[in-house]
C-alpha cells in the first residue's frame, strides 16, 4: 500500500495476467486476448484476467442487475470444471467512467483487484481509458494501469476497519 495523504490510500495491484495462459497482459492493437464461452448453445466473449484473484469480464448488453448475477452463476457452472475465476460485468458510462457489478460466493471481498480487472478488460478491448473512475460497491475508486511499467493501481479512500489495544511485555 502506497499511502497518498491521509484522505487516500494507493494499492500496487501488480502486472496483469491473461488466466488462461498466465502470460502478462499489453494493450496492443488487434490482439484478441478473449475466450469464447458456449452457454445454452449461445456463444459468449468473454476476458479473462488475473490480479490478485482470476476474473473473467463479460461485458453486459442491455443486462439489468438480475440478468448479470443469473448470467454469473450460468458461467460458473460452465467454467468451474476449468479453472476458478470470479465474473466481471463492467458497464460503461464512457471511456472514463464505469459502474462494475461482480457477486462473490464466499469472502474476503477484494473490490481493488475486481476493479483493476474490470479496467484492464475494458482497456484491451476498446472500451475504456487506462485511468477511469469505478464505481464498485458503494466506493469509487481511481484505476491506472499505467503504461510505464504495466502495473495496475488502485485509488479511494481508506475505511475504518477495527481499533485494539496492544500490551507488550517488555
Same mark, same amino acid.
Given at each position: 500500500?502506497?499511502?497518498? *495523504?491521509?484522505?487516500?490510500?494507493?494499492? *500496487?495491484?501488480?502486472? /496483469?495476467?491473461?488466466?488462461?495462459?498466465?502470460?502478462?497482459?499489453?494493450?496492443?492493437?488487434? &490482439?484478441?486476448?478473449?475466450?469464447?464461452?458456449?452457454?445454452?448453445?449461445?456463444?459468449?466473449?468473454?476476458?479473462?484476467?488475473?490480479?490478485?484473484?482470476?476474473?473473467?469480464?463479460?461485458?453486459?448488453?442491455?443486462?439489468?442487475?438480475?440478468?448479470?448475477?443469473?448470467?454469473?452463476? &450460468?458461467?460458473?457452472?460452465?467454467?468451474?470444471?476449468?479453472?476458478?475465476? &470470479?465474473?466481471?460485468? /463492467?458497464?460503461?458510462?464512457?471511456?472514463?467512467?464505469?459502474?462494475?457489478?461482480?457477486?462473490?460466493?464466499?469472502?474476503?471481498?477484494?473490490?481493488?483487484?475486481?476493479?483493476?480487472?474490470?479496467? +484492464?478488460?475494458?482497456?484491451?478491448?476498446?472500451?475504456?481509458?487506462?485511468?477511469?473512475?469505478?464505481?464498485?460497491? &458503494?466506493?469509487?475508486?481511481?484505476?491506472?494501469?499505467?503504461?510505464?511499467?504495466?502495473?495496475?493501481?488502485?485509488?479511494?479512500? /481508506?475505511?475504518? +476497519?477495527?481499533?485494539?489495544?496492544?500490551?507488550?511485555?517488555?
Amino acid at each position: 500500500i502506497i499511502y497518498v *495523504d491521509s484522505k487516500n490510500f494507493r494499492i *500496487d495491484l501488480g502486472i /496483469p495476467l491473461h488466466t488462461d495462459t498466465g502470460k502478462e497482459l499489453i494493450e496492443i492493437p488487434d &490482439q484478441d486476448y478473449n475466450k469464447r464461452v458456449k452457454i445454452d448453445d449461445k456463444v459468449h466473449v468473454v476476458t479473462p484476467v488475473s490480479l490478485s484473484l482470476n476474473g473473467i469480464v463479460a461485458f453486459p448488453n442491455n443486462m439489468d442487475a438480475s440478468s448479470m448475477k443469473q448470467f454469473s452463476q &450460468q458461467l460458473n457452472k460452465s467454467l468451474k470444471k476449468e479453472w476458478s475465476f &470470479q465474473p466481471v460485468f /463492467p458497464v460503461m458510462f464512457s471511456r472514463e467512467e464505469m459502474t462494475v457489478y461482480a457477486w462473490f460466493s464466499q469472502p474476503p471481498v477484494d473490490f481493488s483487484s475486481v476493479a483493476g480487472i474490470a479496467t +484492464v478488460a475494458s482497456v484491451i478491448n476498446g472500451f475504456a481509458e487506462r485511468d477511469p473512475l469505478v464505481h464498485i460497491n &458503494q466506493n469509487d475508486l481511481f484505476v491506472q494501469w499505467s503504461g510505464r511499467n504495466n502495473h495496475v493501481y488502485c485509488t479511494g479512500r /481508506p475505511e475504518y +476497519v477495527f481499533s485494539g489495544t496492544y500490551y507488550a511485555d517488555v
